[in-house]
């Protein structure tokens, strides 16, 4: 499934262009259950907060945010939130690419990517279904749910550099789904950008798969051609928390470190900062249980680098 715009960007002369600071955000925000577990509201409560923590965190005009577990009515929530309006009109500040994983349409969960129309102008968006059918609506290998990736390609609107997005989830169940998915992810960023050149790519998700897991191996092993942006950052740069699974106090209170945000290798980039931000607050309600992961660096005009 694909989408195309073809408005046109202004591009400055690369001489004129300083690096673009841009952020990224990737949250597993729990979808709307009707049962939930000990410990969890529901969404109507958790709601609120998780949208201000979303509006707080992405003050800079050039952030993306990865979101994941999203059902329709939670993203319809979360978009009035961020365009502090109820019906969606032309010239809202905020957008988003991304399909519901049960039907393509609305049905199931989305995992989709919000940014800035005025900012960013999408060129072209995808969804890919991590199965051995992923052109269409399916779920693969051993996994307990369909499982997909949200692919979008961005133009800067006022430099012209451009960047390739996805947000994802892999299963929490198969292990062959996970370690197919981190190899169906890594071929569809090979195949997109062999046929569109960008200047970088940048990848969310909850990866149900912590350092020493299969998944998050295969993501970042020698011959991968992404890296993950938390362990590139140096401690002193961290903020915040290092588990990103929470739950919500009592089933599985296990904390693990699921969620990440990745980078392709010799990308003409800076990471500037890392953090993993809380949850929980005075009040006591976790807005998800997984806890937000954020990262910033500068673009550099230009070709990739090489290592």
């Known amino acids: 499934m694909t989408r195309k715009h073809t408005q046109q960007a202004v591009v400055e002369p690369a001489e004129a262009v300083a690096p673009l600071s841009i952020r990224v955000i990737t949250h597993n925000i729990r979808y709307a259950t009707q049962s ?37 009515t939670q993203l319809l929530d979360i978009l009035a939130s961020l365009n502090k309006s109820t019906a969606t009109q032309a010239g809202d500040p905020w957008s988003y690419i991304g399909v519901g994983r049960d039907d393509g349409k ?74 197919e998915s981190a190899k169906i992810i890594l071929d569809s960023i090979r195949s997109t950008t062999s046929l569109r050149p960008v200047s970088a790519v940048l990848l969310g998700g909850d990866f149900n798969s912590p350092p020493d897991g299969e998944a998050y191996q295969i993501m970042t092993s020698p011959d991968s051609i992404m890296e993950d942006v938390g362990a590139q950052v140096s401690g002193t740069k961290h903020y915040g928390n290092e588990m990103t699974f929470t739950s919500f106090g009592y089933v ?56």
């Open 36 to 72: 939930p577990f000990q410990g969890e509201e529901l969404w109507p409560v958790r709601c609120p907060l998780l949208c201000s923590a979303l509006a707080f965190n992405s003050n800079n005009p050039e952030t993306f945010i990865c979101l994941q577990e999203v059902l329709h």
């Open 252 to 307: 599985d209170n296990e904390p693990s470190r699921i969620d990440f945000i990745f980078c392709r290798k010799g990308d003409r980039v800076t990471y500037q900062t890392y953090a993993v931000l809380a949850n929980r607050f005075d009040d006591g309600v976790y807005h998800s249980d997984h806890r937000a992961c954020v990262t910033d660096l500068l673009l550099a005009y230009g070709s990739r680098r090489t290592h």
């Open 106 to 179: 609305m049905a199931g969960e989305y995992s989709p990517i919000f940014y800035r129309p005025a900012v960013w102008r999408l060129e072209r968006w995808e969804t890919r279904w991590l199965s051995e059918t992923p052109t269409v609506p399916s779920k693969g290998f051993d996994a307990s749910s369909v499982r997909i990736v949200t692919i979008g390609h961005f133009v800067h609107v006022k430099t012209g550099k451009n960047v390739l997005v996805l947000s994802t989830h892999l299963d929490d169940q198969g292990r062959q789904s996970r370690r």
